[in-house]
């Protein structure tokens, strides 16, 4: 599964959650409302989850292995570093969500 396109969406808030993301696969798969999260450890994305009646959050979609969740990871943090440079330099132009 090939990741074809990623789109970065900046926060606005400017608190620990940077961004949200949407990652499109193979040109047919889209997935959407991945967060960008500022951690002790730095940047690491969050995926699409589901608050349960117990209070807890549950991922609705998640990568079943640790190569797939990396190449994720990679391609959306580099895609908000690179967006993020745009914004600082003031040419950043918001985009609509796919």
Do not use: W
């Not at 959050?57 to 580099?78: T, Y």
């Amino acid at each position: 599964m090939e990741i074809t396109e990623v789109k970065v969406f900046p926060a606005k808030d400017g608190g620990r959650l940077k961004a949200y993301a949407t990652v499109v696969f193979d040109n047919c798969f889209i997935i959407r409302d991945l967060k960008v999260i500022e951690g002790h450890k730095g940047l690491f994305v969050s995926m699409p989850s589901r608050k349960r009646k117990d209070g807890t959050f549950r991922d609705i979609v998640h990568p079943l292995n640790s190569d797939m969740r990396r190449d994720i990871e990679e391609k959306i943090i580099a895609e908000y570093e690179h967006v993020h440079q745009l914004q600082q330099k003031g040419e950043y132009v918001g985009t609509e969500d796919i």
